[in-house]
């Protein structure tokens, strides 16, 4: 291993990669990133950032681009199916640093894209990963792609999604990403065409829990408004089932299960563009995220279901803490990735298995159960209010401190 310029090839260029890939350029290490997919190709629907996710982009300097490109979520509201409050309180805004966020998934992608060109950071797109070769060798580790190149570098970190190519490769015996059972769904609408939704709404994270199913809706960017929601499927679609799920079925779809509800549930799906739609999936727990010189971050090690709303947040806490260990190690990647595991692991399969509770709270259920579960929702909430988020908003990873 060369210690005087230490060298780390990333697979993957969502979150986790760019970020691990700034956080590096910082510590001194050098840093590449290898992308499947082609460059500039549109990815994903909408995301929220929590406060612990946002005071990792203000460690990079980048909380106020992604806040401009965004709508702040100052309140987090809770309804039943005809509108009534179970409860209402804020979101941690001025409590814990930086607000959360929500926004369009590439424009997150954009503005950490953009702060690597900066850099002068390079992000290597149309690389498909196929083999690793070297893992446990004294001498470096080899990416190799599917048109015939490679790269080679003193660790590999696989940052590459819950369907990562490194996993496969590197841990083959590992457990596959489980389907939990819903195919999310969910649209954007100009604000304009919803004028039921109140500037407070659009600054507000709304999850209506009805006997028929969850439904969500924020606005981003200050002109629009998304929202999501889920359908039960036994199994999980094959990507054909999926192309062949027709705009026009989806919405019928969901119309038909939230007709009734309170507004503007219905204006926002009738005024959708084509709905996005997904399998969820989670990874519960992996037996180890590392071996010799390669390590997992982000969905790859710890995949969080959308009910969670951790997702981004959890890959940009892993990018700065593993950042900050091989900085604080000297580079030692085995006592760093060891460190690595050890402390983000409790954290993240708790919220691993948060994402599943919040999950079974939005299942389909007869008209009492979910009259049970909303009055008991509407008490706990009420009780613990914005304190219910402190655990997962008040964690921080301290860059500057040794």
């Known amino acids: 291993m060369r210690h005087n310029s230490p060298r780390a090839i990333i697979i993957g260029a969502g979150v986790a990669g760019p970020a691990l890939a700034l956080f590096l350029r910082r510590a001194g290490v050098s840093s590449a990133i290898y992308e499947a997919h082609p460059g500039g190709e549109g990815v994903g629907g909408a995301l929220n950032v929590a406060p612990n996710g946002m005071n990792v982009l203000d460690a990079l300097g980048l909380a106020d681009a992604v806040e401009a490109r965004g709508s702040v ?22 409590r814990f640093g930086r607000p959360s966020v929500s926004l369009m998934r590439h424009d997150l992608h954009a503005v950490l894209a953009e702060e690597m060109c900066r850099q002068d950071l390079p992000i290597h797109y149309g690389k498909r990963l196929v083999g690793v070769e070297g893992a446990e060798s004294p001498d470096g ?10 790269a080679r570098g003193d660790v590999l970190v696989g940052a590459d999604g819950i369907h990562s190519r490194t996993r496969s ?13 819903i195919i999310g769904v969910g649209g954007r609408v100009p604000a304009s065409a919803v004028p039921q939704v109140t500037t407070r709404d659009r600054r507000t994270l709304n999850f209506t829990f009805g006997a028929r199913g969850f ?6 960017g200050g002109k629009d408004v998304v929202w999501w929601s889920n359908l039960v499927r036994e199994r999980e679609l094959t990507r054909e089932e999926l192309n062949d799920l027709s705009a026009d079925s989806v919405r019928r779809e ?49 995949a969080v279901s959308p009910n969670a709303g951790q997702g981004a947040s959890m890959a940009l806490e892993d990018a700065a803490c593993l950042a900050k260990l091989l ?46 579960r909303n009055g008991i929702l509407s008490l706990v909430l009420r009780l613990t209010g914005e304190r219910s988020q402190d655990w997962l908003y008040r964690y921080r990873i301290e860059w500057d401190r040794g």
């Open 327 to 372: 900085r604080d190690t000297a580079f030692d990647h085995a006592s760093a990735f060891a460190r690595f595991e050890r402390c983000r692991k409790p954290r993240v399969e708790r919220i691993v298995a948060e994402g599943r509770r919040r999950a079974a709270d939005k299942q389909a259920v007869s008209p009492f159960r979910s009259m049970l």
């Open 215 to 220: 439904f969500g809706y924020i606005g981003v």
């Open 254 to 302: 969901i119309l038909s299960i939230y007709r009734g509800y309170h507004p503007p549930i219905e204006a926002l799906i009738e005024h959708t563009g084509p709905p996005g739609k997904i399998n969820v999936f989670d990874i519960r727990s992996l037996p180890t995220w590392r071996k010799g010189r390669v390590v997992l971050i982000g969905d790859a090690a710890h």
């Open 141 to 150: 580790v080899v990416a190799h792609f599917a048109d015939g190149t490679r």
């Open 169 to 181: 490769t590197v841990f083959p015996d590992a457990p596959a990403p489980a389907y939990v059972g």
């Open 73 to 94: 979520g100052l309140e987090l509201c809770f309804r039943n199916h005809r509108g009534r409050v179970l409860a209402r309180f804020g979101n941690g805004a001025g």
